[in-house]
């Protein structure tokens, strides 16, 4: 394993932020697999789980059975991490833009529709070497868009991206491209998850699609690269919520990821049998935020991991003051994959995240 430091430029005098990428295997050999955790700072299983899962890679490499390229960064928002109010994290917003860490990505397409390509065998790497030129070349104008440049230079030219967070209280799901679907649906059953949320582009320029979008974009736009495959699975794995934390479910989760490395042919041996499990493919399109309709005291009725249908109670709101207590209803039902966990609400705070099967106008609202 070969570490690098990756330092970000002085914020503000006195003080100068990095943050460390852990190298295993061969560049060049193999496939290239990224992985990280902690874009938003506080969201602490992913960091855990990828401490376990270093340990599983550096004891196959003293073993001599890594065959890929595989790319670790544990801890990918040191500035986020240093934003720390009465002992309290906030790590999804920069607290100098007020813009969410997972927003705003580079859009290579816009960097590389003037780059000359040539039609051969080799295309895919000469999109993948006009990646890494382009974003070398970018300038940084603050410490967070340097973090996302050069995260993404980590990033770009992989073949698969696992972008690893959390949510408030979740069950275990995933955010995917549904041109992978496929492919996705393995990774659900190698980590356990049952739900996968499928969009190309849920808007916002977030770290997987900045990852993959590039492809399908540039094969429609760029004139030269019409029959341009896609060359980037990215993804979103959503671990539960932000205090499933443990030793137990954290390396559990690292064998789980271990498995499907060697599944891929990143790790010698014999190749696992994927896992059996049931995995329901949801539309991003049919999602649903449902937000609080008045303040007071949250009080759920139904919890994440069940389904419910349009126009049913999920929760009510308690007002203590006027003893008023209202529903707050789903609006087209679904899967309720994620829900608040403070037991306390504003108007229109958000409550729950459901999927439904089928899309609807205004569906799959990009959350915050």
Partial sequence: MKSKHHKLPEHALGGQRQFTSFHFGESGKGEKIYLQAGLHADELPGMLVLHYLKRLLSQAERRGELQSEIIIVPVANPPGLAQVLLNGGVGR???VSGRNF????PDLTQL????????DESLHQQVRAAMREALL???DTSEVTALRRQLLLLACDADVVLDLHCDDRAILHMYAD????EQAEVLACFMDIGAVLLSQDSGGGSFDEACGLPWHRLATQHFALKNLTPGCMAVTLELRGQRDISHEL???DAERLYRYLQYRGAIAGESPEIPQRDVTMLPFAAGEIVTAPASGILLLLRQPGEWVEADEAVAEIVDPITDTVKAVRAKAGGLIYACRQAPFVTLGAEVMKIAGQTPYPGGGGLAS
Avoid: G
């Avoid at 997972?102 to 990505?105: L, P, W």
């Avoid at 590389?112 to 039609?119: E, Q």
């Fill in 137 to 139: 070349s970018a300038h």
């Fill in 250 to 252: 954290a390396s559990v």
């Fill in 112 to 119: 590389l529709l003037n780059h000359a390509f040539s039609i």
């Fill in 93 to 95: 917003f920069d607290l």
């Fill in 102 to 105: 997972n927003r705003d990505f």
């Fill in 178 to 181: 549904p041109a992978w679907s």
